[in-house]
């Protein structure tokens, strides 16, 4: 039979096909009624395990979470559910389940890994670090903690790096452990070998660091790792740590600019050493990274990639810039090859300077810092090997100079410019002035010392520009330098006269007799010294030293040593006694001053107040040109010989006012002839006008300390008293001694032909000395005697006036008082000077007295800072 309507049947038979389907959507999920099953024991807070472990559990456990809508079977498989525990053991979690892959890593990589190193710790498992049921995706430093549980100590490191600070604030950009680390595969070190190991961490920096890493990898470091397959070249971490990685801006960081020659030492022992860096100068100034960039350590491409534009001269030239400025081109001994334009192309540096020379070469010895400078300079070499210094050397003495000794190192100046006098005492006398090191090889230590005490050695303390004088190489030479007992030596007996005669054409043999290092060491030195001296110290002299009497040609230096102990001695008495005999005045004189006198007395004529004023002028600009070269080594002489007058013009001033001396002094003397020719000889020698000491004079002094105590009347003092007459006599000796010692400095040569070169060096202790003594005695006792002591404060202007009051008369001059007024004679008395004359006078003595009170001051430094040079 055909059925007669087959669209009805097709729809039956759709209906059929989907009605299973229906069934099965309208029917209760499974997974959700074994949840709820689970949940009907497991949301109590109460329930535990037998172990105590809380088996609490709510609906939304892993809402949020990677397994959001997951049943608890998914997970917990093959539990006997029906009864309690539903395992023997655990928990019956099995993530292999779904993560086969990681898990099978995990096994064998990891937790087998472990188990073969026999490892004595818990083992972690999945959910110790990743948690059980809220498992995330991602959480923010979160690894970082749960990595910390097992790794406190690399944690401490990663928090103060700066990878930790930034992951703070962008948790997206910035690694953490697992970024490096490979949660689930351990021992890759082992597996991989050291070197690719190594070029791993390249790789992993690489995602994060492109920019530096492409420098790496052309680098010396990386191609020794991947083509010498040499597991000491260092990787990133090796530099910059592995966890507690900071930026080279901070001071811990490894690479940081003061420790990054710290961290390069320990691949590269000895070069940080060798970094030509001053004592004081911090590590950042000059490191390891300043030549070497920090990623692409290549020698190389020092031309083309390191030093770009200029090569391996612009480098050095960033910090040794002075020696290559054009102002200073001339002060330099190899401008011509420091000098682009003067070489003539590229300059390199390295063709004398051997930077890590420190460094020991294959053969186990350092390399030398320079070159041989014979290579050219072959004639000086030469001079230098057959020179004391150069044989010494050559014995094996290290304490001998070489060339650099003597020129310098890091900058080699020009001749001209080094050398100067100055420069040439200071540089001998670094080794000639060692006590200890002299003795040692038996040379006489004392020979710098002697030196000075000689007139060519007094002028080295001076500012000496413009003024020649003998230093060490003038007389001994520079490169050649001989014992004197050699016959080629220029100081030797047989060529001193021909060596003198270089600065004093006219030298003889009389000039040459004296010693210029008059000074010996001590028999006790001597002897102490050789018992010091280790058994196979050579001595650099043929014959030994020993103290020895003086020669005839040394009495000089004996006169000289006597004349400077003498002026010593006299300028401590001088100063000594009259210095207590002005504390004693000030103590007992002290009174007020207030009555105005009306009446004056003429005690000075105006001959004589004009001759004053010359020797004040004349005195006060000896002084000040002079003191300033006695003490040149102080800051006030120093300064005033730089700023105020140069050593020239002083010396020229210095003249000039000798000549006023000359001048007052020939007046005065034309004075005393014409009074002896008018009154004879009576009133110069004796009497109470004469300036020449009388008993009386002697009286009045023993009377005068008694009053200083209370003990005696005032003395009765006449016209002149005892310190004013020693104030008289003391011009006189000053002017003689002072004046003639000058005149023997002034035309040294002249008088060093006639009477010996000796005397030259003994006039100028005595000038010198003298000179200090009288203008101590001034500026000290004759200022307190005259302005400042009490009777007197502030000043005495009688010598510019002429006039002393009436009041003054009669209490300090009573003798002269009642000698003039006897028999009822009235004295002629004077007016007050005009206003304007008092003005004058008291500001002239003001600029005086003030002036020379400066002076004092620098006579006080001076001599504290260890005398007169």
Known sequence: MRLRHPRVWNVVGLFATLLPALWLSLAPAPARADADACLMCHDDPGLTSADGRSLHMTADALVGSVH?????????????????????????????????????????????????????????SCSDCHGSHQIKDQVPGGNVKTCGKCHPDQEAEYRQSYHAQRYEDDPRKYPTCVTCHDPHFKGKKELMGETAFKQEIVLTCARCHQKD?????????????????????????????????????????????????????????????????????????????????????????????????????NKCNYCHNEHSRADSKHVLAHSKVMDKDLAGGDVNCSECHVYHWKVKDATGHERKSHPDCANCHAEQNM???????????????????????CHGDAQVLSPETKFTPEGVVELCSSCHANKELMLSFEINPYVVEGFKDTYHGKLYGLMTEGVRFAVCTNCHGHHSILEPESEESSVNR??????????????????????????????????????????????????????RAPRAGEAF??????????????????????????????????????????????????????????????????????????????????????????????????????????????????????KLRQFGWRPLLSGPDSMVPQKKDFFDFVQHIKWFFGKAERPRFDRWTYWEKFDYFAV????????????????EEFF?????????????????????????????????????????????????????????????????????????????????????????????????????????TLIIIGFASGGPH
């Not at 390069?264 to 004592?279: F, N, T, V």
């Not at 001079?383 to 000794?405: L, N, Q, V, W």
């Not at 001048?663 to 005393?672: E, G, P, R, S």
């Open 494 to 547: 047989a060529h001193i006269v021909e060596t003198c005669r270089q600065c004093h054409p006219k030298a003889e043999e009389n000039f040459v007799s004296y010693l210029v290092h008059p000074i010996q060491p001590s028999e006790a030195e001597l002897a102490e010294a050789r018992a010091k001296r280790p058994k196979n110290q050579p001595v650099l002299l043929d014959k030994q030293l020993e103290p």
């Open 752 to 856: 060093g032909n006639l009477l010996g070169g000796g005397v030259v060096s003994l006039a100028d202790t005595v000038h010198k000395e003298e000179a200090l003594m009288a203008a101590a005695f001034i500026f000290i006792v004759h200022f307190f005697n005259t302005h400042l002591r009490s009777e007197k404060f502030p000043m005495d202007v009688s010598i510019y006036t002429g006039l002393v009051s009436e009041e003054e008369m009669k209490d300090e001059r009573p003798e002269q008082w009642d000698r003039l007024t006897a028999g009822g004679v009235e004295p002629q008395f004077k007016k007050a000077r005009p206003i304007w004359a008092m003005v004058l006078a008291y500001a002239w003595g003001t600029f005086a007295l003030l002036l020379g009170l400066l002076l004092l």
């Open 732 to 747: 006189f000796w000053g002017v003689a001694v002072i004046g003639l010692s000058g005149l023997i400095r002034w035309r």
């Open 68 to 124: 959001d809508g997951l049943d608890c079977t998914d997970c917990h498989l093959d539990g006997n559910f029906d009864d309690a525990p539903h395992w023997p053991a655990g928990n019956g979690v099995d993530c292999a389940s779904c993560h086969d892959q990681v898990s099978n890593l995990w096994m064998e990589r990891f937790y087998e890994h472990l188990k073969r190193k026999d490892f004595q710790g818990v083992i972690p």
């Open 383 to 405: 001079a230098y090997m057959k020179s004391i210094h150069g044989r010494a050397r050559a014995a094996g003495i290290d304490a001998a100079p070489t060339c650099t000794t």
């Open 213 to 313: 890493i492409e420098l790496y990898v052309h680098s010396t470091h990386y191609r020794r790792l991947q083509e010498d397959n040499d597991d000491r070249a260092p990787s990133c971490v090796d530099c910059h740590e592995s966890h507690a990685i900071r930026k080279p801006s901070d001071p811990k960081s490894r690479v940081n600019s003061n420790n990054i020659s710290r961290t390069c030492d320990g691949c590269h022992p000895g070069h940080r050493a060798s970094l030509h860096r001053k004592p004081d100068e911090a590590e950042s100034q000059v490191s390891c990274t300043f030549c070497h960039t920090g990623h692409q350590t290549d020698m190389t491409s020092i031309a083309n990639v390191i030093y770009k534009a200029g090569g391996i001269f």
């Open 557 to 674: 230096q004996v006169a000289f040593s006597t004349a400077d102990r003498a002026m010593k001695l006299l300028f401590v008495v001088v100063l000594g006694f009259f210095g207590f005999h002005t504390i004693l005045w000030f103590q007992r004189g002290i009174r007020p001053r207030l009555r105005k006198e009306k009446r004056y007395f003429r005690r000075f004529t105006p001959y004589e107040r004009f001759l004053h004023i010359l020797v004040n002028v004349s005195f006060l600009m000896l002084c000040l040109t002079g003191l300033p070269q006695s003490y040149v080594e102080t800051v006030p002489g120093k300064w005033f010989l730089e700023n105020m007058l140069p050593l020239h013009r002083a010396q020229q001033v210095h003249y000039i006012a000798a000549a006023i001396t000359g001048l007052y002094f020939l007046l005065h003397i034309i004075q005393l002839a014409l």
